[in-house]
């Protein structure tokens, strides 16, 4: 089941998507092209994972991470699918990075990998945003280069009961149709289970958490006036323009 939440005619709505048409909680259907999406739920904290992908940390020129390398994606910087991401001004270098995201479906304190997965109650899509002009210094959380407004699209379904295994997934990000970015939840490094064993065992998530599992070898430059499209398989697409910041 692909939920989502939307206004529509002046009000808010939860709702299915179904065969190209999203259906409000009375059955109404609603063209997707008409409505304001808003994000498919409202996500506690947001914890994001990086150099998951071993070409990724090839093509940064990183070596591989002996554990989870763990950052925090502030709230703020969340958007929904058709959102706008507004671009920095000064900035050199923005990128994309396509991304699984689990979201938790129960609170989870020291779970083992082997029953991580009954905890999750689905997976959506997420754009972690980054300026690689303020990643200048490995040890320190990138705050400031993913934490800004508009940098964490989400979207644009949360997806319930049917991905059957999240490490059979391929990612692909578009920039003006233009395919930039292509991998495989199998190539990650740790996976979904193990992430949130080691996650849960010094923390405990609850519902509506966020696990972004990171992203694959790919990445590149975006600028005001493109647009990014990402596909997960399963999952949707999830799509931002680019309009420079005011």
Known sequence: MKLCRFLAKGRLHHGVYRE???LDEAGEAHDPEEVTWLLPFTPGKVIGVALNYADHAEELGLSRPEEPALFWKPNNSLLPHKGVVRYPK????????????????????RVKAKEALDYVLGYTIANDLVVRDYVSNTFRPPIRAKGRDTFGPLGPFLVVGEVEDPQNLTLRAYVNGELRQEGHTSRMLYSVAELLEYISEFMTLEPYDVILTGTPKGISRVLPGDVMRLEIEGLGALENPIEEEA
């Open 20 to 22: 190209g048409i999203l």
């Open 90 to 109: 000064g900035v050199e270098y923005m990128h994309y990075e396509v991304e699984l995201a689990v979201v938790v479906g129960r609170p989870m304190r």
